[in-house]
Structures are given as C-alpha cells and as structure tokens.
C-alpha cells in the first residue's frame, strides 16, 4: 500500500505529528468446500496477512474506498454487503516516526468480478476457511 498524496502534503506540513485517518477494511467473503474462506493480502509494510484495507481520500465514501482497494489490490470487484463495525486504531507509530490513529469502517463484502488476467478462485493474495491461520509464506 503506497501513501496517499494527501497524507503526504499534511505531514509535508506537521511532521511526525499525530494525525487522525479514516480507513475502510473489507472482509470478503466466498463459500468454499470445506466452509466459508476469506480473502487476505500480504501486506507490504509488514509481510502480515491482514484483510484488504486502506485510506480513505477525500470525498470519497468509506465503502467506495473499500471497494477500491479489493480492485487495486487484488484485481478482484467486490460489492459491499454491509457495514460490519466501526473502531479506533492506534496510535500506531511507523519506523519513519509518523503517528497516526484510524477509525476504521469494516464491510462484510463478495466477489463480483474477477480481473482478466486471473481465473476464478485464483488471487494474489490467499484465500483461507474461517477458523484456520493463514500458512506462513
């Protein structure tokens, strides 16, 4: 997940200081033969396995930002099928030193569509039934 240019010229402008960020987390959902899977990614931050997540931009919802980041991470279309929660995360302090805090919107989300250059069931991220840890990669 790259920095949003936005986030950039605000800490172009305060620094390291805390700073407040709307994210937006989809957990897309699929049945599966062996239960209900779910989608992660690997971050590139961390090399964690987490759900698809971002930034909101401005003037952008917190479910089209949802949206967007299952195309732009996964090439996979989703459609939203509710809000599942709403939280606060952080503080959490980056290598770089910045600060930042989230209010995170989650959605329950499922595949619409698949990009052209994967087949059905194929990702770039893995797909795991609920219940059982992602293998370690």
Not at 57 to 68: K, Q
Request: charge should be negative.
């Amino acid at each position: 997940m790259t920095t949003p240019d936005f986030v950039l010229r605000l800490r172009a402008a305060i620094g390291h200081d805390p700073l407040w960020l709307i994210g937006a987390s989809a957990i897309v959902l699929r049945p599966g033969d062996t239960g209900q899977q779910v989608l992660l990614g690997k971050r590139s931050d961390s090399g964690r396995w987490s759900s698809i997540d971002g930034i909101v931009e401005p003037g952008e919802a917190p479910e089209e930002a949802a949206v967007r980041e299952c195309l732009e991470e996964t090439e996979l279309a989703v459609e939203v099928e509710r809000l599942v929660m709403t939280g606060v995360l952080g503080p959490i302090r980056y290598p770089n030193g910045d600060v930042c805090s989230f209010v995170d919107h989650v959605f329950r989300c499922h595949v619409t569509w698949t990009g052209r250059h994967r087949r059905p069931g194929e990702h770039c991220s893995a797909l795991v039934r609920r219940g059982h840890a992602a293998g370690r990669h």
